[in-house]
C-alpha cells in the first residue's frame, strides 16, 4: 500500500491458495496513509492480479479503520461476520453507516452479501436470542442473514494456536463442513 512493492513482491503461494500477508506495522496505517485518495491504496496495490482469480478474499481487522474503508472500496461483496455476543449487535449501526457512505462516495458496486453468525453454539439461549435479533438487523441494513452459522469448536481456537490452518489441523471438524456449506451459499448469492 505503500507502494514500495508490488503485490507480485509479496505474493505467497500455499496449499489453501495464494496470499498477500500482511504484518503489525498495518496498525498505524490511520495515522500513516493521510493523503487524498487514501481509500484506494488497496484497490490500487491487487490490481495487478485481481484478474487471475476467480475470488479476492480481503480479510479485515475487527475495526472500522482505513484498512477497512480501503476493502470495502475494493470489493464487490461484502460479508459482516458476527459474533454470537451482544457487543456484536451493536457495532452493527456504525458498520452500517459505513458501508453506506463508501457506496456512495468510494465504491457504489458494493453489495452487502449478508451477515454470517459465528462461533455459534446451537444450544446456548444467548445464541438463539442474538440470531433471532440479526433477523432483525439484516431487514434494516437490507441484505439478510445466512442460513449457515460457524459453530463454536475447540478445533478452531486450536489451530490458531498451533498457527495452522483449520483444514490442515481438524479436516473432519464441524467447523470445516459449517464453512463449505456458507460458502455454497455465498457462491449462490455472488452469482445471482
Not at 11 to 28: E, F
Not at 157 to 179: F, G, H, P, R, V
Request: proline share 3%.
Amino acid at each position: 500500500m505503500k507502494k514500495e512493492l508490488r503485490a507480485d513482491d509479496i505474493l505467497q503461494s500455499t496449499a489453501s491458495g495464494d496470499i498477500l500477508p500482511a504484518n503489525i506495522l498495518l496498525s498505524g496505517a490511520d495515522i500513516e496513509f493521510t493523503a487524498t485518495g487514501r481509500e484506494y491504496l488497496l484497490k490500487e496495490a491487487i490490481s495487478d492480479i485481481k484478474q487471475r482469480y476467480e475470488y479476492v478474499v480481503i480479510d479485515c481487522p475487527p475495526s472500522l479503520s482505513i484498512l477497512t474503508i480501503n476493502a470495502l472500496a475494493a470489493s464487490d461483496f461484502v460479508v459482516i461476520p458476527s459474533l454470537a455476543v451482544i457487543f456484536s449487535l451493536q457495532d452493527m449501526s456504525q458498520l452500517n453507516d459505513t458501508i453506506r457512505s463508501v457506496k456512495k462516495y468510494c465504491n457504489p458496486n458494493l453489495k452487502i452479501a449478508g451477515i454470517l453468525l459465528t462461533k455459534f453454539t446451537n444450544r446456548n439461549t444467548i445464541s438463539q436470542i442474538i440470531k433471532n435479533s440479526l433477523d432483525t438487523i439484516t431487514m434494516q441494513m437490507n441484505t439478510k442473514l445466512f442460513n449457515t452459522t460457524i459453530r463454536n469448536t475447540v478445533a478452531l481456537q486450536e489451530a490458531q494456536l498451533q498457527q495452522t490452518s483449520l483444514i490442515e489441523y481438524a479436516k473432519n471438524s464441524n467447523a470445516i463442513e459449517d464453512y463449505i456449506n456458507f460458502v455454497s451459499e455465498l457462491e449462490e448469492i455472488i452469482n445471482e
